[in-house]
């Protein structure tokens, strides 16, 4: 198929009212969204991405309202949540009205919700007419998407649209906690902190998905985030053995030689570079990347979930 790039929320729109798939972006990542009550649609997603068929979507709505044409009901804890940071890079995860279809859960009675707050995001779901669900718009087990070239570079011929805009904001995925229990759990560390959910719901939990528990997020026992190239991840330069031809990423001029080295002036620079350096190091063929380890504040440990990850696979 040919992918048509267009900068008009109206025109990518038409693509989804058609049963299509379009590639957009939001303040996390580009997603590749399909009518969230369309199976044939959201089957041409996994099929696009080589996703595995049990790895659930999000929905994205343009609004809160549109929140009760997919759940049965809003927990009080939950409702909280929604209060306090949607529109946002936080994901709800809530049981499923019977209208929403299987394929677009993998089988779960679960379903998660978010509502993006990037202003095209938003247009571009009004104009659908309907909430969409996106996973991250890029091949299955490559890092996600934080600009439109990107997503080309995945999906072009894969998919209808893509939906060109900025790079995006934040650059990693959003936070997802699961509500459907009476004690809300962080599945996947995101933008949203941990301090900054529990300022509003002080009960909540986080599991170690590095630990021994089994996965409760099904996303997160595929591989992930990973360029072609090694991730070594390091904290100061005795820990180096890089050569000219590796590449750097981290806060400080730590490894001088490196071929390819990005130096960000904050933590959030960093997560919004990490996903496209990664791509620049695989097109340029490099083996190892270095990766500066950051601190537990902000948005560091979602950035540190992302370097972990890259770095075992
Ligand atoms: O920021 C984001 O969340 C981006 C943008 C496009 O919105 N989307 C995204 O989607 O990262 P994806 O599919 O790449 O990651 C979704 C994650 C996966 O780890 C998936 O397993 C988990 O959320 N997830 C989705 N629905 C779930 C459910 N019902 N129960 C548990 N985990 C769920
Ligand atoms: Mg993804």
């Known amino acids: 198929m040919k992918t048509v790039l267009t900068r008009s929320g109206t025109e990518a729109a038409g693509f989804i009212k058609l049963g299509g798939i ?23 997603i996994f099929a696009a991405k080589g996703r595995p068929s049990d790895n659930p979507l999000i929905a994205h709505v343009s609004s ?20 306090s940071f949607f529109p946002g890079p936080l994901t709800v995860v809530l049981h499923k009205s019977d209208t ?37 718009a890029n091949l299955s087990g490559r890092p996600s998407p934080t600009t439109w070239q990107a997503v080309e570079e995945d999906l072009d011929g894969r998919v209808d649209c893509i939906l060109q805009s900025d ?17 809300p759990l962080v599945l996947r560390k995101g933008a949203v902190s941990f301090e900054s959910l529990r300022a509003v719901v002080p009960q909540i939990s ?26 070594v991840l390091l904290s100061d330069a005795a820990d180096s053995s890089a050569t000219n031809d590796d590449a750097f990423i981290g806060l400080h001029p730590i490894i001088s030689s490196a071929r390819i080295s990005r130096i960000c002036g904050s933590t ?42 890259a770095s075992e696979s």
């Open 22 to 44: 379009v590639a957009f972006p939001t303040e996390t990542v580009y997603g590749l969204g399909a009518n969230v009550f369309d199976e044939t649609a959201i089957a041409k």
């Open 64 to 83: 809160v309202d549109q929140i009760e044409l997919l759940t049965r009901e809003v927990p009080p804890l939950a409702q909280k949540l929604i209060d």
């Open 100 to 136: 929403v279809p299987l394929i677009a859960t993998a089988g779960l009675d679960t379903i998660g919700l978010r509502m993006p707050r990037l202003s095209l995001a938003q247009a571009f779901l009004v104009e659908c007419n309907a909430p969409l669900v996106a996973p991250s």
């Open 167 to 183: 790079a995006t904001e934040i650059g990693l995925e959003s936070t997802v906690v699961d509500c459907t229990s009476a004690t």
């Open 206 to 231: 986080s599991i170690d998905v590095d630990g021994s528990d089994t996965p409760r997020s099904p996303g997160m026992k595929h591989r992930h985030y990973s360029p072609r190239a090694d991730v």
């Open 268 to 309: 959030e620079e960093y997560a919004a570079s990490l996903f496209e350096f990664f791509r620049e190091c695989d097109r340029a063929g490099v083996k190892t990347i270095y990766c500066e380890t950051v601190e537990d504040m902000g948005i560091g440990p979602a950035l540190m979930d992302r370097l972990r990850r």
